[in-house]
């Protein structure tokens, strides 16, 4: 069996507030396989970005890992010290933020940019990290005669393909899509997309790619993890989510995008919205907006068990 590339053992992220913790990531357990595209599905709040940060090491206070385990490569993240840590990220692990114009620098040449981070971690001359960064701009579908252009001259697809460049500068082992596409319309979407899913089979990266799109992220992924709450709900290989999820929020979070094909079904909401995490509801956290809800849901917590064949689910009537 292969080893994992990135392990996360009932891993815990609180916010610590002046009324008590509020816990942001609810003991998730999760593996990442080399070159694997990992889908991190879930509404906003939900857990995602949170748990992205962790793994980073990069949470904005007053967020603090408060349990858990990460192991990446072999390493246990949580015991690296900050040089260790700057070692690891970007030459490791990567990420691309969900606004390339906030991750970018608007005074700085996105070509100067993409050669400070390969300088800063790989000790290129600045002759080779410039035509390095020329090629990186070129693999992900930007002219090379851009690189000496500003965030602020090129559109929202170029800004986020341009944070990919910078997040495959280093040729990490991992990258984290958090939301890549989420401000860009769908055919820029699309063709991001096909880019990743092509640069990813080329060289042979994994990638976590967060988004509250499962329909997208079903087209891109090899498995799935579904967030509600904090908590894992449901983790399964993409086709098997496709074709018969178990958890009921996921069915529910599938009924609500509108299907391509023709005489599809009418999309169809979640009635209510997802608890609020100071005060979570007892039991199945997703219980009051259930409709197979039974009294064991509203007073035991379902645990994620396997299902079989890769499978895994967070219900008591999951079969
Ligand atoms: Fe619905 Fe109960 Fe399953 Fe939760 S455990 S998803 S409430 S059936």
Redesign the pocket.
């Known amino acids: 069996m292969t080893k994992p590339l990135l392990d996360i053992r009932d891993l815990c992220v609180d916010y610590v507030t002046p009324h008590g913790p509020v816990r942001a990531v609810d003991r998730v357990s999760l593996e990442v396989k080399p070159g694997e595209i990992l889908g991190i599905a879930g509404e906003s709040g939900s857990g995602k970005t949170t748990l992205a940060q962790a793994l980073l090491r990069i949470l904005p206070p007053p967020a603090v890992i408060s349990g858990g385990e990460v192991w990446f490569e072999g390493s246990d993240i949580l015991a690296l010290d900050e040089p260790e840590l700057r070692a690891m990220r970007w030459r490791r692990m990567s990420m691309v933020f969900q606004s390339a114009m906030d991750a970018l620098n608007p005074v700085v040449t996105i070509g100067e940019q993409i050669v400070d981070t390969l300088r800063a971690h790989g000790g290129s001359t600045p002759r080779s990290a410039r035509a390095r960064a020329g090629e990186l701009l070129e693999t992900v579908g930007i002219p090379r005669d851009r690189i000496d252009g500003y965030a602020h001259q090129l559109s929202g697809g170029m800004r986020q393909r341009v944070g990919i460049a910078l997040a495959l500068a280093l040729e990490p082992a991992l990258i984290i899509l958090d939301e890549p596409i989420t401000a860009l319309d769908v055919i820029v979407e699309r063709e991001i997309l096909e880019q990743i899913r092509v640069l990813q089979r080329r060289l042979g990266f994994a990638v976590l790619f967060i988004t509250h799109d499962l329909a997208r992220m079903l087209q891109v992924s090899d498995r799935v993890a579904v967030f509600y709450a904090a908590r894992l709900a449901e983790v399964a290989p993409a086709a098997a989510l496709r074709r018969a999820p178990r ?3 996921t069915q529910g979070l599938l009924r609500a995008f509108p299907t391509v094909h023709p005489g599809g079904e009418e999309p169809e909401s979640i009635p209510g919205s997802p608890p609020s995490l100071r005060n979570p509801p007892p039991g ?1 956290r ?2 009051p907006r ?1 409709d ?3 009294d ?2 509203r007073e035991l917590t ?1 645990e994620l068990r396997p299902l079989g064949a890769g499978h895994f689910g967070a ?4 079969e």
């Open positions: 958890h009921p929020y199945c997703f219980h259930c197979r809800a039974v064991k849901c379902p219900c008591h009537l999951a």
